[in-house]
């Protein structure tokens, strides 16, 4: 399928869905447009991330820092993704998808608070994919969160020596492998404060493409250059 070489992709993707905005305003139609038809572009990725039996797919949707756009735009995106969530519950159910939220869940109105964490419940036992999806996320709170757990815990005496393994299950992607992959839409050469820690060995790959324009022909590019890679992981080449 997609002619990819099934021992040189990733377990764990990550994207940075970005353009929306600018792929709106190139049409001369309102902001929220772009995120409208940037869900299409987040179905098609999900899907043949899925098909690849890709098991980890993390999605920022929502940083922290996004609370201060304006407050039209907000209201209507979390309104998208309630929607979302409604739609696409039957579709995670019956393809054997698990949602996660990674980020700070209470930030967001009590109602959609609740549809996300009904929508994790449903989906917990699912095996086949896991889609993290960053709300209210900023990658520095994730790692004082998880500095403050760990100083708890001393505390308590639950953990005697600090180290890597003992810190990272403090965030919230727990167990999960770090990302491999990292794909960021629409050009701009940064991290925006995602996934600080786990992205240490993370292969970057940026397109120019916005992210309404960015479907599965552009994702499967992505994962064949990701094939080509060399990863050193700051050893030297292996013959
Ligand atoms: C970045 O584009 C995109 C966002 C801040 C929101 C991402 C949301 C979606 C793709 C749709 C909702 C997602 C789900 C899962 C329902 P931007 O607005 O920063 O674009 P710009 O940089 O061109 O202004």
């Known amino acids: 399928m997609h002619s990819l070489d099934h021992e040189k992709l990733p377990a764990h993707v990550a994207i940075i869905m970005d353009g929306n905005g600018r792929w709106a305003k190139l049409r001369n139609l309102p902001r929220i447009e772009g995120h409208i038809a940037g869900v299409e572009s987040v179905r098609d990725v999900v899907t043949i991330t899925r098909e690849l039996r890709i098991p980890y797919l993390t999605l920022y949707a929502f940083s922290k820092e996004n609370w201060v756009r304006p407050k039209d735009e907000v209201r209507k995106l979390l309104e998208l993704l309630g929607i979302y969530l409604d739609k696409e519950l039957p579709l995670m159910l019956e393809k054997g998808i698990r949602f996660n939220v990674?980020?700070?869940?209470?930030?967001?109105?009590?109602?959609?608070?609740?549809?996300?964490?009904?929508?994790?419940?449903?989906?917990?036992?699912?095996?086949?994919?896991?889609?993290?999806l960053a709300l209210s996320y900023s990658g520095r709170k994730e790692i004082l969160n998880a500095v403050t757990r760990l100083i708890e815990d001393v505390k308590k005496g639950v953990v005697k020596r600090i180290d890597e393994r003992v810190f990272r299950k403090r965030l919230y992607t727990g167990s999960m492998p770090d990302p491999d992959l990292l794909i960021r839409t629409s050009g701009e050469m940064r991290l925006s404060n995602f996934l600080l820690w786990q992205m240490a060995y993370t292969e970057i790959y940026v397109t120019d493409t916005f992210w309404p324009d960015f479907k599965g022909d552009q994702y499967v590019a992505a994962l064949r250059e990701f094939g080509r890679r060399e990863r050193r992981f700051g050893r030297v080449k292996e013959d």
């Open 102 to 132: 990674i980020g700070e869940k209470a930030d967001f109105p009590g109602t959609l608070q609740a549809k996300l964490v009904e929508v994790m419940k449903k989906t917990a036992r699912n095996r086949d994919l896991v889609l993290n």
